[in-house]
């Protein structure tokens, strides 16, 4: 396993997003949903060395999707994108070299990890100091969008485009198929981020709830929030859009989902942004009418960024 000064985007002395009350929690819904939660979703190895190639060896341990993207930068350009699509069932080990050099000249890389498959990191051979992280942070809460699932490359996922661009540490806590649920929230999380944004409603809407019980849901996880982080800028993003729009629940349609969050996040000290505003409402930015394509992330992540730049 990796040194945990070197791995970005979890938690500080750990290889996880997560405290272990969090995954505690993730495990009571079954094995998929904790093994998303276990997914390495905005991680990244960031490290300054000489070494004329960068070599790693990955083991996959679980698979949220049959694919994988791995994402390399070189003294902040992109250099390299490696995408294996419909992994064979065998895989099991990966060995990788990434990127040679002609020279020993020091570098700073990063490399930016699968976000829809659980991986562990066996060996990386690049040698050097671990790049510090940046003082200001950023917490990304929400469901599969947020996680990055269905975008094959790591670094366009929104929560890694906008970070990227604010200069901010990331924390993606998104975990695919989640809902607002107040038991995720670890007032004890050791990390603390100056903004928090929260990103559900689609599957909440899609457990066809009441409008009444959407709105206590929403209600209780904002105030739990707000109390366990009081000095963060929470930002709640209303759902983007979706190729459901005319589709009808108990609790209405996504337009009475969008304007039930934004009510409630008002009320309880948060800034709502409508999440219509961030994506492109056209197919040709999603995969399937729900998860963005990597355009679609990309363009996100750089609207989103720009708002909370006001922040």
Known sequence: MIDSRFLHGVLNGTNSRFTEKQLKHYDSYGESIALRARCLSGAFIAVKGRSRAIDITLKIRGRARNYLGIDVEVDGTVAKSLRMMDLAPETEILELQLMKFSDEKPREIRIYLPVSIET?????????DPLPRPDKKILCLGDSITQGMDSVSPLCTYPAVTARILGFDLLNQGVGGHI????????????????????????????????????????????????????????????????????????????????????????????????????????????????????????????????????
């Not at 562990?120 to 050097?128: A, K, L, Q, R």
């Not at 709502?272 to 505003?277: F, K, P, T």
Request: charge should be negative; glycine fraction near 4%.
């Open 120 to 128: 562990e990191i066996v060996s990386f051979s690049v040698d050097g």
């Open 180 to 311: 607002f649920d107040p038991l995720t929230i670890d007032k004890s999380l050791p990390f603390e981020p100056e903004i928090i944004t929260v990103a559900y409603g689609v599957n909440d809407w899609n457990k066809d709830v009441s409008a009444k019980e959407l709105k206590k849901t929403v209600s209780d996880y904002l105030e739990n929030l707000r109390c366990s982080f009081p000095k963060s800028r929470i930002v709640v993003i209303t759902p983007i859009w979706t190729n459901r729009e005319t589709e009808q629940k108990s609790a209405g349609r996504l337009q009475d989902v969008r304007d039930i969050i934004e009510k409630v996040a008002k009320t309880t000290d948060c800034v709502a942004v409508n999440g219509l505003s961030l994506v492109p409402n056209d197919m040709f930015y999603f995969v399937d009418g729900i998860h963005p394509n990597e355009a679609g992330h990309l363009i996100y992540g750089i609207n989103l960024a720009s708002l909370l730049k006001n922040y």
